[in-house]
């Protein structure tokens, strides 16, 4: 008898374990952030603000333009405890162009571009928690510096900016 014969067991379950490793890498691939577009990102559209102690600090603004995600985030001076939450948060003057925005599922993540004319950029993502509540989480933060933790937002007004909404 053959050594690699398909009813050999140990041949078997070597192809079993490959068909499993190839669907299981598919899946993870699947699952990547995509371009945000008018058809995967129209759920994101509005504006959104945070809150601290009853006063917002934090507005986003999602919009559709050519097919992809634009808008802007105000500026906000925050301070947070080493345990990531907010101590401090409060409104600026200014607000900066989101320049990027992919979409995975209930989560848009998106990046602004300082408007100073820096090349100072911010990443965030928008997680969905109901059509109209979400929370807003800081990433690509340095490790040296506390994270802040989710931010509670809600959408106050769904057509800002010219975009369809739902």
């Known amino acids: 008898m053959s050594r690699f014969s398909a009813c050999n067991p140990m041949i078997r379950s070597t192809a079993f374990g ?17 371009p945000a ?3 995967n990102a129209k759920q994101f559209v509005g504006t959104w603000q945070a809150s601290f102690n009853g006063s917002p600090f934090l507005t986003i603004i999602f919009a559709m333009a050519d097919n992809k995600v634009t808008g802007s ?13 907010l101590t401090k948060a409060e409104a600026k003057d200014g607000a900066d162009p989101i320049i990027n925005a992919q979409v995975k599922g209930n989560v848009l993540r998106f990046t602004t571009k300082s408007s100073d004319g820096s090349e100072d950029s911010l990443q965030a993502e928008l997680r969905l928690i109901e059509p109209d509540k979400g929370e807003v989480r800081m990433i690509g933060i340095p490790p040296d510096v506390p994270s802040p933790k989710p931010w509670q937002v809600t959408r106050v007004s769904p ?8």
């Open 37 to 39: 577009t008018t058809s």
């Open 18 to 34: 490959t068909v499993l490793l190839v669907v299981s890498c598919a899946m993870v691939f699947a699952q990547d952030f995509q």
């Open 159 to 166: 057509k800002q900016g010219g975009g369809a909404f739902r």
């Open 73 to 85: 985030s105000s500026h906000a001076d925050i301070d947070v405890n080493p345990a990531g939450e």
